[in-house]
């Protein structure tokens, strides 16, 4: 009998995390399930500890070379046997009765996907610290149908879905492997605008970490292709057709116009380049709106820099004038 459930985990160099990942995909209380654990060409143990798992359910595809996390979910995809498709990281971890309860919920909604909330656990803590919905406003007590424009608004391509693997065969949907980031984004509103039914429960039961050590150039390069996606969805005769999606995704483009020029300008003074910063951030005032955002952060930042941190800066300042 096929799986009900392909829970996908794409892995890179993340072997202290995989096993928690895998554990909880296998502890499951919706035992009819299978595993399908992707490495990208890890460097490290991760393909080791894959294989010290000896569970029927769980299979190992590993990628001759580093090919980007699209590629290696879309491969997965193509494996899956299962009524679903569950997406989970290598780096996170589901709660026991997470796929029964969205299940229930898909099953009495008739959805073709269907997202919970999402508990954010800062790397090498056990306790939540927030949720996403508490972070991006979003405030229901129900499962509760979105349509695109709810999609746009309340960034809800953070979540990490059952989809029905049906719905993306009969479209020919899959992962864009051209994309490093925002893929999710991308295939979400894709399938909304294709009439997917996407339900959203208000419980979370996915646990994701939030790891440290992201490069500046990272960030730009995500707010970067965040830019060109978003501008080639407001390109389109189908999204222009619908005037409030196309205002929201406006909105979203100023938003990540913010960002993307805050980082450029960071990177750039980061080289010590200072009069190519200075001269992005006066032909980008929008850098400013950014700034401002940002400066409860800015300021706890420097509140939390020791009197030797100071003192040292202001040496280094003294021989510079």
Known sequence: MNPKVSIIIPAYNTNKYIARAIGSALGQTEQNIEVIVVDDASTDTTVEVVRSFTDKRLKLLVNEHNRGPSYSRNRAIKEAKG???????????????????????????????????????????????????????????????????????????????????????????????????????????????????????????????????????????????AYKNNLYFLQQDFIRKHSKLTHSLSRRVVKINQNRVFYRVRQLSKKGEFSTALTEVMENPIFFSSVWTRLPGILKYYTQISHKEIKKWGQKLRQCI
């Open 83 to 225: 009524e679903w498709i569950a997406l989970l990281d290598s780096d996170d971890w589901y709660k026991p009765k997470r796929l029964e309860t969205l299940l229930q919920v898909a099953d009495k909604q008739n959805a073709d996907i269907i997202a919970d909330n999402i508990y954010l656990v800062e790397d090498g803590a056990e306790s939540p610290c927030n949720t996403i919905f508490t972070e991006e406003g979003i405030y229901i007590d129900q499962p509760q149908k979105i349509d695109p424009v709810y999609f746009v608004d309340f960034n809800l391509s953070i979540t990490k879905p059952l989809i029905k693997l049906n719905f993306l065969v009969q479209h020919g949907f899959e992962y864009n492997e051209s994309l490093r980031y925002e893929e999710d984004f991308v295939l979400f509103l894709l399938c909304l605008l294709r009439g997917a039914c996407f339900i959203i429960v208000p419980e979370p039961y996915y646990f994701y970490r939030k790891r440290d050590g992201s490069l500046v150039t990272e960030h730009l390069e995500f707010y970067e292709q």
